[in-house]
């Protein structure tokens, strides 16, 4: 049947590409912040026309802004967002041209959750199933080998069969395909170990939320898109902390001991010697001393006194004679040794002799007389 409308398809295809009007993507910042608590969640929406916000014209009123501000009303944190696409790529065109430019983009900042938006480019252009299931699976093996911990998420395919600006029996058709295509996204996802995230066709069912060209969706479906995949984000396990291994103890360095000397015995107690009387030093006698035995002189006979008579005449007088001479000799003492210098009267100088008995008797007789 397909192949009987193929002519009629083209045909529709070619007049709804005249007619559709081309929007431009969504202006402003590309990245910003939604106030909440705790640290920031950071965000990272990466596509097509969808993700770089066709149909809005703030990034803040296209899917990454809304997304934000659902995920902080959902989790009650703060929320940093990011976004980096192009407009009319297909799967293999994010792959060469947009995941190369996410290092500069999230300026060495790891995301935590990464939104991918790619497929209806690929619907438009007619690629084969086959080469868009390789083409997915490439895109998202190397968004998960670059964030490793972050929470990826696969939105599924729009309700095609709900879009305003296709005609039927175009409608129809092409929203069996991008049925076909998202259930390949589904498989994918799982095998990557990311989230598919399919989109409810009830949203798509009101005009107001698409924009002008009846293709994308206007900011009120841009924010009940966000709150669907915001809804699919689980909120993140704090990844533990682990300590740096402390380094190795460096053991102490053991101290040279010194050889203990051995410790003697006690000594036996030697018997103490029996007390010995003390002798009293003998006290020398007092010398004696031994008186020399000088025998005394026998005293002069007395002269008989004269006779008074008349008064000669005065004869010369003689001249007076010498004096007897005092001889003091040396005499040492028998208890003490010392010279002790003994007068003896009436012995003359030249005369003088050691007091001594025999000294004396010869002194006596040698006294003149």
């Given at each position: 049947?397909?192949?009987?409308?193929?002519?009629?398809?083209?045909?529709?295809?070619?007049?709804?590409?005249?007619?559709?009007?081309?929007?431009?993507?969504?202006?402003?910042?590309?990245?910003?912040?939604?106030?909440?608590?705790?640290?920031?969640?950071?965000?990272?929406?990466?596509?097509?026309?969808?993700?770089?916000?066709?149909?809005?014209?703030?990034?803040?009123?296209?899917?990454?802004?809304f997304?934000?501000?659902?995920?902080?009303?959902?989790?009650r944190?703060?929320?940093?967002?990011?976004?980096?696409?192009?407009?009319?790529?297909?799967?293999?065109?994010?792959?060469?041209?947009?995941?190369?430019?996410?290092?500069?983009?999230?300026?060495?900042?790891?995301?935590?959750?990464?939104?991918v938006?790619?497929?209806?480019?690929?619907?438009?252009?007619?690629?084969?199933?086959?080469?868009?299931?390789?083409?997915?699976?490439?895109?998202?093996?190397?968004?998960?080998?670059?964030?490793?911990?972050?929470?990826?998420?696969?939105?599924?395919?729009?309700?095609?069969?709900?879009?305003?600006?296709?005609?039927?029996?175009?409608?129809?058709?092409?929203a069996?395909?991008?049925?076909?295509?998202?259930?390949?996204?589904?498989?994918?996802?799982?095998?990557?170990?990311?989230?598919?995230v399919?989109?409810?066709?009830?949203?798509?069912?009101?005009?107001?939320?698409?924009?002008?060209?009846?293709?994308?969706?206007s900011?009120?479906?841009?924010?009940?898109?966000?709150?669907?995949?915001?809804?699919?984000?689980?909120?993140?396990?704090?990844?533990?902390?682990?300590?740096?291994?402390?380094?190795?103890?460096?053991?102490?360095?053991?101290?040279?001991?010194?050889?203990?000397?051995?410790?003697?015995?006690?000594?036996?107690?030697?018997?103490?010697?029996?007390a010995?009387?003390?002798?009293?030093?003998?006290?020398?006698?007092?010398?004696?001393?031994?008186?020399?035995p000088?025998?005394?002189?026998?005293?002069?006979?007395?002269?008989?006194?004269?006779?008074?008579?008349?008064?000669?005449?005065?004869a010369?007088?003689?001249?007076?004679?010498?004096?007897?001479?005092?001889?003091?000799?040396?005499?040492?003492?028998?208890?003490?040794?010392?010279?002790?210098?003994?007068?003896?009267?009436?012995?003359?100088?030249?005369?003088?002799?050691?007091?001594?008995?025999?000294?004396?008797?010869?002194?006596?007789?040698?006294?003149?007389?």
């Amino acid at each position: 049947m397909t192949a009987a409308l193929g002519p009629i398809l083209l045909l529709q295809a070619r007049r709804t590409a005249r007619r559709t009007p081309r929007l431009d993507p969504a202006t402003g910042a590309d990245r910003g912040t939604v106030t909440g608590r705790g640290p920031h969640l950071r965000v990272v929406v990466i596509g097509e026309s969808t993700a770089v916000g066709v149909g809005a014209s703030w990034h803040a009123e296209a899917l990454p802004g809304f997304l934000a501000r659902a995920l902080r009303e959902r989790l009650r944190r703060s929320v940093a967002w990011t976004v980096t696409g192009r407009n009319g790529a297909t799967a293999r065109r994010v792959i060469r041209d947009v995941v190369p430019s996410l290092t500069p983009a999230l300026n060495g900042e790891t995301p935590d959750v990464v939104v991918v938006t790619v497929g209806i480019n690929d619907l438009i252009r007619r690629r084969p199933l086959e080469v868009w299931e390789a083409d997915l699976s490439e895109l998202v093996a190397a968004l998960r080998r670059r964030f490793r911990r972050a929470e990826l998420l696969v939105a599924g395919m729009p309700p095609v069969e709900r879009f305003p600006v296709l005609p039927q029996p175009l409608r129809r058709v092409m929203a069996a395909r991008a049925r076909a295509m998202d259930r390949i996204a589904r498989e994918v996802a799982r095998a990557n170990g990311a989230i598919h995230v399919p989109m409810d066709p009830a949203m798509a069912g009101d005009r107001a939320l698409f924009a002008a060209d009846g293709l994308h969706p206007s900011p009120d479906g841009y924010r009940i898109w966000a709150d669907g995949l915001a809804a699919a984000v689980r909120p993140p396990v704090p990844v533990p902390v682990t300590p740096a291994p402390a380094a190795p103890a460096v053991p102490a360095r053991p101290r040279p001991r010194r050889p203990l000397r051995p410790v003697p015995a006690p000594a036996a107690p030697v018997p103490a010697a029996p007390a010995v009387p003390a002798v009293p030093e003998p006290v020398p006698a007092p010398a004696r001393v031994v008186p020399n035995p000088v025998t005394p002189m026998p005293a002069a006979p007395a002269a008989p006194e004269p006779v008074r008579t008349a008064p000669a005449p005065a004869a010369p007088e003689p001249a007076p004679a010498a004096p007897a001479a005092v001889v003091s000799t040396t005499v040492r003492s028998i208890a003490f040794r010392e010279p002790v210098n003994v007068p003896v009267p009436g012995i003359p100088i030249a005369v003088g002799l050691p007091i001594t008995p025999k000294g004396v008797r010869k002194a006596q007789r040698k006294r003149p007389a």
